[in-house]
């Protein structure tokens, strides 16, 4: 009677032993999490999922953005087609009143085509921006709406884009030869009498519109990308946006 007593109390404390062992173990496990970096997410660390996204807005001016820089880019694209500022729909109306149609369809499509010559131009000052984008927060830009990732890059980086975007802007215009077909425009405009004189920066109106086209088709391919797995084309983008699938 006295072994089995013995034999139990050996037994109770082997596994009390155990038990004390496998929650320290734990706990000591736990602790080894807590103080992993703050930038490792499961097996993906931050570096990892902000190169996935930055890959994505890659792929989103290789395959979207450059369709902007075809003839008709812009113009036969209705999502990002240049249409005439408020400032100008009155001029636009006045000219096709007196018989001058064919000038302000011309003065809209040489807005379209001075766009699509720029892009084509500036497609590196785009690339660039997203090389040098860096996300404070990579993990939420995943995990958040369909187009994060964009949105993120318009707001952190239009300013600066603004700045190089708007030389180019103006050498298309030349280019074209939409200034010459404006200055045109405006000079019979301001010639009918009893009308309001006009006299817009149109190459300031045209960078703006140019940009969120751009920021439009590149948002095109983040939807893509987030939602079909077959535009993940690369292993870092399967490995990164199969994260934000069991959202």
């Known amino acids: 009677m006295t072994y089995r007593l013995k034999l139990k109390d050996i037994m109770k404390k082997i596994t009390l032993g155990l038990l004390a062992f496998t929650l320290f173990g734990c706990a000591e496990m736990q602790q080894v999490m807590d103080q992993l970096p703050q930038g490792t997410t499961g097996i993906l660390s931050q570096m990892e999922i902000g190169n996935g996204l930055k890959e994505a807005l890659d792929n989103g001016i290789s395959k979207q ?24 729909q009155t001029v636009d109306k006045k000219l096709r009143q007196i018989g001058l149609s064919s000038l302000a369809d011309e003065g809209l499509k040489v807005l379209n085509r001075a766009a699509e010559d720029a892009v084509k131009e500036a497609t ?23 187009t994060a990732a964009t949105s993120y890059l318009q707001s952190s980086t239009s300013t600066s884009l603004y700045g190089k975007f708007n030389p180019v802007i103006k050498n298309s215009f030349a280019k074209v030869g939409a200034d010459k077909v404006w200055t045109n425009i405006i ?51 399967k490995k990164v946006f199969a994260m934000q699938d069991k959202k």
Do not use: H
Not at 194 to 199: E, G, R, T
Not at 221 to 226: A, K, S, T, Y
């Open 65 to 88: 953005v450059s369709k902007l820089t075809a003839t008709d880019g812009f113009l036969k694209n209705e999502a990002v087609k240049i249409l005439l500022p408020d400032e100008l």
């Open 124 to 146: 590196p000052i785009f690339v660039n921006a997203v090389k040098q984008i860096s996300f404070s927060d990579a993990k939420n830009i995943l995990m958040g709406n369909n």
């Open 187 to 237: 000079t019979k405009y301001n010639s009918i009498p009893f009308v309001d004189k006009v006299n817009p920066d149109l190459t300031d109106y045209t960078t703006n519109k140019a940009m969120e086209g751009v920021f439009k088709m590149i948002a095109v391919e983040e939807q893509n990308i987030r939602g079909n797995f077959s535009a993940r084309s690369s292993d870092l983008l």
